[in-house]
């Protein structure tokens, strides 16, 4: 699905990640932690290509296409999504036009002609039922006046909705109660195919409980230090980082 | 700033003159005055403050010959129409009741200037000061005809009037255009207006709107600005509240290659309420400048101000927002309001608050902002698969929907939302 080689990456001239390696296949999903600042938003945004990041060195592959050449709306396209951290209010233009807009873009990317309106509306009626989103939220403007829990589950809801091959969900749970959380939750494993990926970032174990993770790794200082199965998981969760800080401190 | 009298004074008083003092309904004092202004000030170059960055004379010494045209070609409005809304005609300043809708509704006058009641014609010019304006002089001495709306006492309108007026110009021409708008005590009415120009030449449009909101009276007026690149303007309106008035107002600004808007509301009782909003679109090498004044006279009284501005290639975009608050004024709360995204690095904005407060007791504030799409917005829209240009569209709509969304009617956010996605 994605190949990451080497990936080098800096921020106004600073350099944040400094070699990442990771390969994911279809029906796999991955689970990144690290403390906070060790650059797991970074990856995931230089991924997803915002313009904010200069790619220094390094490759990626997205299903055989070179990822890092491609325009942020491109990527989505081929069917790279990001769920984000922190979710963007688009006051005057409406969920349901955003979504419109974005299906229809990626069709005909594809060759394919915009979707007719009752089909798109059937799509919208089953996937908000997926996340529990109120239908009121899906008429409203993108993610304004909505709670932290409503932006993170209108995300899945986009997600489901575009129907991604690989999907990055950065940091999806922050600041989650424990019922958005399973909902959330319960969306990635429904949307779960043997043909598409995750990639599941996050500071706390606590999800890991609900998006159960073929593999987990771990990132500190632009690296991924360790990686392992889900059993890596629950070790972090007793021990905290602070091991892992001591141990690659000076790596 | 000391007048300066221009090339073009001299030209309108020689070559434009013989025309003038024809204006039949015009009060014969306000007239002379205004001639007189005329003579002795001209037009105001950019020496003046107040048109700093709007060289209407210079334009005007170069481009305008004829004031007035006749046009006897056959006009099609039918495309301009909102649904449920009476539709009247002014063709280069004139009432075209041929092509305005027949309307009877107990408690609306609706005339000719030239045909309006005597009594009325006291109000004429009587709160659009002829010596503070050159541009309200060359209306006042100029104005061919023009159109008279009064609604009764306690009248309130079942349809909302929408006024279309019409700037025909086979060659270069400069159109005089007055309406005068008098709402009597408790009376409420809307009434749009859009402006167009037909025609393959370029024109100027100096038009003059005197609106009279009695006490506990409600006024909700849309002004729509969809003359072409060919369309240069100055638009003046002048309104006055007295106690308990409310005055909503909604100016989008889709093009012209030089629109010049001043509002001027004066707050003459206590507890009235005026709201003015705005939004424009600066293309090419326009300029769109909105000049307002808020007038506070009296105690307790509000008013509201957001103008919004999108300007690109080597538009310009001016925001002058003057707010008086007179010394009896007290417990007035004012505020303004004026935002601007800029598209290109020759892209300009000139935005001025200008607040005179002479009450102690007030609340009033003001800002403005200016910058470019938001990096963060934009990227999340990409995100999803949308390309650059439609997330811009998009970004642009929501920008404006502030704005768009204080209209009150949905036929006509409708088509302004139309108007001004195919403008973006």
């Known amino acids: 699905m994605i190949t990451i080689k080497n990936l080098h990456a800096s921020v106004d001239g600073k350099e944040i990640l400094k070699g990442i390696n990771l390969d994911i296949k279809a029906g796999e999903i991955h689970a990144i932690m690290g403390p906070n600042g060790s650059g797991k938003s970074t990856l995931s945004s230089v991924l997803a290509g915002k313009d904010d990041y200069e790619v220094t060195e390094g490759e990626v592959q997205f299903n055989g296409k070179n990822l890092l050449d491609m325009d942020a709306e491109d990527r989505a396209r081929e069917g790279l999504f990001l769920a984000f951290q922190y979710p963007v209010e688009i006051p005057g233009v409406s969920n349901i036009n955003f979504l419109k807009t974005a299906v229809n873009e990626i069709r005909e990317y594809h060759g394919l002609t915009p979707m007719e309106g009752k089909d798109f509306l059937a799509m919208v009626k089953e996937k908000q039922k997926l996340v529990e989103l109120d239908g009121k939220l899906t008429n409203r403007s993108v993610n304004e006046g909505f709670s932290g829990g409503e932006k993170k589950r209108n995300e899945i809801f986009q997600m489901a909705m575009l129907n991604p091959k690989l999907a990055i969900l950065d940091e999806t749970d922050s600041g989650l109660d424990i019922d958005a959380l399973k909902i959330v939750a319960n969306g990635v494993n429904t949307l779960k195919t043997k043909d598409n990926a995750f990639v599941v970032i996050t500071h706390y174990q606590r999800l890991l409980d609900y998006i159960v993770p073929d593999f987990v790794h771990i990132l500190y200082k632009g690296k991924i230090v360790k990686s392992g199965g889900k059993e890596l998981a629950l070790e972090l969760e007793a021990k905290g980082y602070d091991e892992v800080k001591a141990k690659f401190e000076n790596q | ?424």
């Open chain 2, 1 to 424: 700033m000391i007048a300066e009298k221009s090339h073009t004074a001299q030209y309108i008083i020689e070559k434009i003159s013989p025309s003038a003092g024809k204006v039949a309904f015009m009060n014969d004092t306000v007239l002379s005055k205004a001639l007189l202004f005329l003579e002795k000030n001209g037009m105001p170059s950019n020496k003046y403050e107040d048109y700093k960055y709007c060289n209407v004379d210079a334009i005007l010494k170069k481009e305008f010959k004829n004031i007035e045209q006749k046009f006897n070609q056959q006009v099609s409005v039918d495309a301009f129409k909102i649904a449920d809304t009476y539709t009247l005609v002014m063709l280069n300043g004139h009432f075209s009741s041929t092509l305005s809708d027949t309307i009877s509704e107990k408690g609306l006058h609706l005339s000719a200037l030239s045909n309006m009641p005597e009594l009325a014609k006291t109000k004429l010019g009587s709160i659009a000061n002829v010596e503070s304006d050159a541009f309200i002089a060359m209306n006042t001495a100029f104005s061919a005809d023009g159109l008279y709306i009064k609604i009764d006492k306690n009248t309130v309108l079942s349809k909302p009037i929408f006024i279309l007026h019409i700037t025909a110009a086979l060659s270069e021409c400069f159109v005089n255009s007055r309406v005068l708008i008098d709402l009597e005590e408790g009376a409420s009415a809307s009434i749009y207006e859009e402006q167009i120009l037909i025609g393959e030449s370029k024109a100027f449009t100096n038009y003059l709107s005197e609106k009279f909101i009695g006490r506990n009276a409600k006024l909700n007026t849309c002004l729509i600005q969809s003359q072409s690149q060919l369309g240069y303007s100055v638009n003046t309106s002048q309104v006055a509240l007295q106690a308990d008035a409310h005055y909503d107002n909604t100016t989008i600004t889709l093009n012209g290659q030089l629109v010049r808007n001043n509002h001027n509301v004066e707050l003459l009782g206590e507890n009235a309420q005026a709201h003015l909003n705005g939004l424009f679109t600066a293309n090419g090498t326009s300029l769109i400048d909105n000049h307002t004044l808020m007038d506070h006279r009296v105690p307790h009284c509000e008013s509201n101000e957001l103008y919004k501005g999108i300007i690109n290639h080597k538009g310009i975009g001016v925001f002058n927002g003057k707010i008086f608050v007179r010394k009896d004024a007290q417990k007035t709360n004012a505020y303004q309001s004026s935002k601007n995204i800029l598209l290109s690095d020759d892209a300009t904005v000139n935005a001025k608050p200008q607040l005179e407060i002479y009450a102690n007791d007030v609340k009033c504030s003001h800002g403005t902002s200016t910058g470019k799409i938001d990096e963060n917005a934009m990227f999340y829209l990409n995100a999803r698969g949308i390309g650059k240009e439609s997330a811009k569209k998009m970004l642009l709509s929501s920008f404006a929907q502030e704005v768009i969304l204080k209209i009150e009617n949905p036929e006509l956010q409708e088509k302004i939302d139309q108007a001004f996605t195919n403008q973006i």
